[in-house]
């Protein structure tokens, strides 16, 4: 069975660090991309930061450019997403996702599985 389960949500200050997991199950990290997303209340979900696990490329919004990075943890079968300086507006619900199309953008639509999310509070 196909499944992403994330964990590592919580408050944190401005400034801080949070670390985030994806933990997947029913299949092998060297060929799907595996996403991150969020979304604010009121707005769309969007891409945070999206990996190919098969070449280890990697695409990330603008808005975490030098702030956030994934780690592929293949013995774990975990997708990580660091997140350093946070700032109060990437508060958000943050999903990870898995897509097996070739070279998907980094959008909502091409993911197909779905964890259940984790909270992220940035505030002081």
């Known amino acids: 069975q196909v499944q992403l389960v994330e964990s590592g949500g919580g408050l944190v200050q401005p400034g801080g660090s949070l670390r985030l997991s994806c933990k997947v199950s029913?299949?092998?990290?060297?060929?799907?991309?595996v996403g991150w997303f969020r979304r604010v209340p009121g707005r769309e979900r969007e891409g945070v930061l999206c990996i190919n696990t098969g070449d280890n490329s990697a695409w990330n919004h603008i808005s975490v450019k030098d702030r956030f990075y994934v780690i592929v943890d293949r013995a774990e079968n975990t997708v990580h997403l660091q997140m350093n300086n946070l700032k109060w507006e990437d508060t958000a619900d943050y999903y990870c996702a898995a897509s097996w199309r070739e070279h998907p953008p980094c959008a909502p639509d091409p993911y197909s599985v779905w964890g259940q999310g984790t909270r992220v509070i940035v505030s002081s």
């Open positions: 029913g299949f092998p990290l060297n060929y799907p991309h």
